[in-house]
């Protein structure tokens, strides 16, 4: 395993929370975190700008008195999640917010930068970049990241289609800092497979979905809970970057999952609301849904990941 940095040390369980567009909140991050499994969002879920302002003072502020009653099980730190594609306008200001409140560990997607991981180095952050092959993992730390997120095959959202065995031996040949692993991730055995195969955390978006905290419809939530790795599409076409998007709801919008034209990778937008409206309609979703059988509490589906790891160790121990 990595030598970790402090940000990242201490964990109740080696979990990271993945930032869901438009659904995770700060009430699921702080849930999260309390839970001791590290919480995320996106900064592009307040909206407007100004409100990603609030959010990080509800968050602080509510894991600090948390932290002062609960000595005994002190809160995971939270991460926010930075888009940094060129057509996030607002990237600028979302930094200088996430730098007022140093935020601990900042989580880079579509694309790396040395500025950005600079500013997050200033106040002593952590930086996490996700990525779907390892050449861009090479890119990330060239330009200054602390951990990669490998992003395998069966990831919900913006996936890749390396085969996480693939992915993780080959970053593991010449990177030894943090590693988390997303790709179908949904129960406390599959967090133990993650770091049997060389990974520090799993990366688990998909289930939180169907939690009490997650801002999704409860139409979408019932979906996780009754779909499962069959139902799941990968498609270009709702934001111009491949994903895993459940049936139902491209059915929902009029549309054949089977027969999903290809989009203009060069129309991305995540700056303005074209990316916003597409998620909201069209329902992103990992292929490790099946393990999701009940909309329960935050802190009750990390219980049970938390028993289930327990488990899966000592059948391993048993068959030793």
Same mark, same amino acid.
């Given at each position: 395993?990595?030598?970790?940095?402090? &940000?990242?040390?201490?964990?109740?369980?080696?979990?990271?929370?993945?930032?869901?567009?438009?659904?995770?909140?700060?009430?699921?991050?702080?849930? +999260?975190?309390?839970?001791?499994?590290?919480?995320?969002?996106?900064?592009? %879920?307040?909206?407007?700008?100004? +409100?990603?302002?609030?959010?990080?003072?509800?968050? !602080?502020?509510?894991?600090?008195? #948390?932290?002062?009653?609960?000595?005994?099980?002190?809160?995971?730190? *939270?991460?926010?999640?930075?888009?940094?594609?060129?057509? %996030?306008?607002?990237?600028?200001?979302?930094?200088?917010?996430?730098?007022?409140?140093?935020?601990?560990?900042?989580? !880079?997607?579509?694309? &790396?930068?040395?500025?950005?991981?600079?500013?997050?180095?200033?106040?002593?952050?952590?930086?996490?970049?996700?990525?779907?092959?390892?050449?861009?993992?090479?890119?990330?730390?060239?330009?200054?990241?602390?951990?990669?997120?490998?992003?395998? =095959?069966?990831?919900?959202?913006?996936?890749?289609?390396?085969?996480?065995?693939?992915?993780?031996?080959?970053?593991?040949? #010449?990177?030894?800092?943090?590693?988390?692993?997303?790709?179908?991730?949904?129960?406390?055995?599959?967090?133990? &497979?993650?770091?049997?195969?060389?990974?520090? *955390?799993?990366?688990?978006?998909?289930?939180?979905?169907?939690?009490?905290?997650?801002?999704?419809?409860?139409?979408?939530?019932? &979906?996780?809970?009754?779909? %499962?790795?069959?139902?799941?599409?990968?498609?270009?076409?709702?934001?111009?970057?491949?994903?895993?998007?459940?049936?139902?709801?491209?059915?929902?919008?009029?549309?054949?999952?089977?027969?999903?034209?290809?989009?203009?990778?060069?129309?991305?937008?995540?700056?303005?609301?074209?990316?916003?409206?597409? #998620?909201?309609?069209? #329902?992103?979703?990992?292929?490790?849904?099946?393990?999701?059988? =009940?909309?329960?509490?935050?802190?009750?589906?990390?219980?049970?990941?938390?028993?289930?790891?327990?488990?899966?160790?000592?059948?391993?121990? %048993?068959?030793?």
């Amino acid at each position: 395993m990595s030598k970790l940095p402090a &940000a990242l040390r201490g964990l109740s369980l080696p979990v990271i929370g993945s930032p869901l567009f438009i659904i995770s909140n700060p009430k699921l991050v702080i849930a +999260q975190c309390q839970a001791g499994i590290v919480g995320s969002m996106p900064a592009l %879920n307040a909206r407007p700008a100004s +409100q990603l302002d609030e959010w990080l003072a509800e968050i !602080t502020e509510t894991l600090a008195a #948390w932290d002062k009653a609960h000595p005994e099980s002190p809160s995971a730190p *939270f991460a926010i999640n930075q888009i940094v594609h060129k057509s %996030n306008d607002r990237l600028e200001h979302d930094m200088e917010m996430i730098g007022k409140y140093k935020v601990p560990i900042v989580i !880079t997607s579509l694309g &790396a930068r040395t500025d950005v991981n600079d500013a997050v180095h200033s106040w002593g952050g952590v930086v996490l970049h996700d990525i779907i092959n390892n050449a861009f993992a090479r890119k990330a730390v060239e330009k200054g990241a602390d951990g990669l997120i490998a992003v395998a =095959a069966g990831a919900g959202g913006h996936a890749g289609v390396k085969s996480p065995f693939a992915l993780i031996q080959e970053i593991r040949q #010449w990177f030894d800092g943090p590693v988390a692993l997303s790709g179908s991730i949904a129960s406390g055995g599959a967090v133990l &497979a993650a770091q049997a195969m060389g990974a520090d *955390f799993a990366y688990i978006g998909s289930a939180f979905i169907a939690t009490e905290e997650a801002r999704a419809s409860e139409a979408y939530k019932q &979906a996780i809970v009754e779909c %499962n790795s069959d139902d799941i599409v990968y498609s270009n076409l709702f934001t111009g970057v491949h994903g895993n998007y459940l049936a139902p709801s491209i059915r929902a919008a009029g549309l054949d999952p089977a027969n999903l034209p290809e989009s203009d990778p060069s129309k991305m937008n995540f700056g303005g609301g074209g990316a916003a409206k597409a #998620w909201k309609d069209i #329902w992103g979703c990992g292929q490790g849904i099946g393990a999701i059988d =009940a909309v329960l509490p935050a802190g009750e589906l990390i219980a049970r990941f938390k028993r289930e790891y327990a488990e899966a160790k000592a059948r391993l121990l %048993n068959a030793a």
